[in-house]
């Protein structure tokens, strides 16, 4: 009886810390952009602050122009993340850095080993360019 008392009391304490770490949060930072010829280049800094690393975490990013039109929309792998690890990622897209005015975080299309869902709802997103917001 001792013994089970115990492990109850161990499995309280360690069970929700355990979670906490799986369920942490994945904060996708729009850090800068850079114009080259007729392309944009956006820096992206990802932070996973969870226990648990990622092997593949592909956004579906819609780009919307100053004009608030759909400019551009495509899958973009921000993974693999090390768990408690931060990493730069960088996409291309053909258009001048100037017209774009936000990027939208359409939906998470894979997220191993968890389910896309789970990930979307742990996504943190911010952007350092105030002429561009990045959101979901």
Known sequence: MRGVLIASVVLQVLVPS?????EGKVLVELNTVESSENHCRM???IENRS??????MKLDLVLFGTDGG??????SE????QPMKTVVRSFSVESGCPRI???LVNDV????????NTCLG???????????RLYK
């Open 18 to 22: 355990l979670l906490s770490a799986i």
């Open 43 to 45: 820096n992206f800094v």
């Open 51 to 56: 226990e648990q690393a990622l092997e593949s």
């Open 70 to 75: 759909i400019m551009h929309r495509f899958i």
């Open 78 to 81: 921000m993974a693999p993340l």
């Open 101 to 103: 005015g936000a990027i």
């Open 109 to 116: 299309t894979a997220c191993v080993p968890i389910e896309p």
């Open 122 to 132: 742990r996504l943190e997103l911010s952007s350092r360019l105030k002429a561009v």
